[in-house]
């Protein structure tokens, strides 16, 4: 009998990440966890394997190496997971939900560690967002019945906002469940950055889609690569 859940954690260079998460055993039986390396130059994938994770290798690129993830996953529904990224412990609950209620697609809501300040802030606003608009980011973890996202063809190839597109494909057709108790997610990428600057600059590049700039063009500047001679 195949698997509840296929979590499928797109990897690259996420060595120090991977090196602190506990051996996979969470829902055994019911879960497969799937880890997609990217080319990583780091041990992320000698790490991987010592969780018990299925890990493959994929051009690099976070939608293409979730498609290749999904493309063997054998779950009923697949759970896109960032290495930095969290699932609550009520896994057992969260499994029994979607063999009940059978959902289409969905994603959780947010925590950042290490919090405080305007971190709280800036999760109260995802967490409010995500809920009002029926999008939600790759932070989120979201989950989407297998059928359901081999009929849609799964995420776009594109480098960036693969989250915002899939999210808004999906919320024409019906309703998303949102899981209460939030992940963990990492807030390396605020602390990096500088809070502020990184809200700025997200909030930036999601109107800058909205208006029809090309992802590859976000995704250099999300880079901070250089976009003049484009």
């Known amino acids: 009998m195949p698997p509840t859940l296929s979590?499928?954690?797109?990897?690259?260079?996420e060595a120090q990440q991977?090196?602190?998460?506990?051996?996979?055993?969470?829902?055994?039986?019911?879960?497969?966890w799937i880890v997609v390396d990217g080319g990583s130059r780091d041990?992320?994938?000698?790490?991987?394997?010592?969780?018990g994770a299925k890990v493959i290798e994929s051009v690099a690129g976070r939608a293409r190496q979730m498609n290749a993830?999904?493309?063997?996953?054998?779950?009923?529904?697949?759970?896109?997971?960032?290495?930095?990224?969290?699932?609550?412990?009520?896994?057992?609950?969260?499994?029994?939900?979607?063999?009940?209620?059978?959902p289409t697609w969905?994603?959780?809501?947010?925590?950042?560690?290490?919090?405080?300040?305007?971190?709280?802030?800036?999760?109260?606003?995802?967490?409010?967002r995500s809920r009002l608009t029926r999008v939600a980011t790759g932070d989120q973890a979201q989950f989407i019945r297998r059928a359901d996202f081999e009929r849609m063809k799964g995420f776009a190839d594109i480098p960036l906002m693969e989250d915002v597109e899939i999210s808004k494909r999906l919320r024409r057709q019906v309703r998303p469940m949102i899981w209460a108790q939030p992940v963990i997610t990492s807030s390396r990428r605020w602390q990096k950055?500088?809070?502020?600057?990184?809200?700025?600059?997200?909030?930036?590049?999601?109107?800058?889609?909205?208006?029809?700039?090309?992802?590859e063009i976000l995704h250099k500047r999300y880079s901070g690569e250089s976009v003049d001679a484009q």
């Open 7 to 13: 979590i499928v954690m797109p990897v690259l260079n």
């Open 69 to 102: 993830g999904a493309a063997v996953a054998m779950g009923d529904y697949l759970l896109f997971l960032h290495a930095d990224t969290v699932l609550p412990d009520n896994l057992d609950q969260f499994l029994a939900t979607l063999k009940a209620k059978k």
């Open 193 to 215: 950055h500088g809070v502020l600057k990184t809200i700025l600059l997200m909030w930036s590049l999601r109107l800058q889609y909205v208006l029809g700039v090309s992802p």
């Open 106 to 128: 969905g994603f959780f809501r947010v925590c950042l560690q290490p919090s405080g300040g305007l971190l709280n802030i800036v999760a109260g606003a995802m967490n409010l």
């Open 43 to 51: 041990n992320s994938v000698a790490l991987a394997m010592k969780t």
């Open 18 to 32: 991977l090196a602190s998460m506990r051996p996979w055993s969470k829902g055994a039986g019911d879960v497969e």
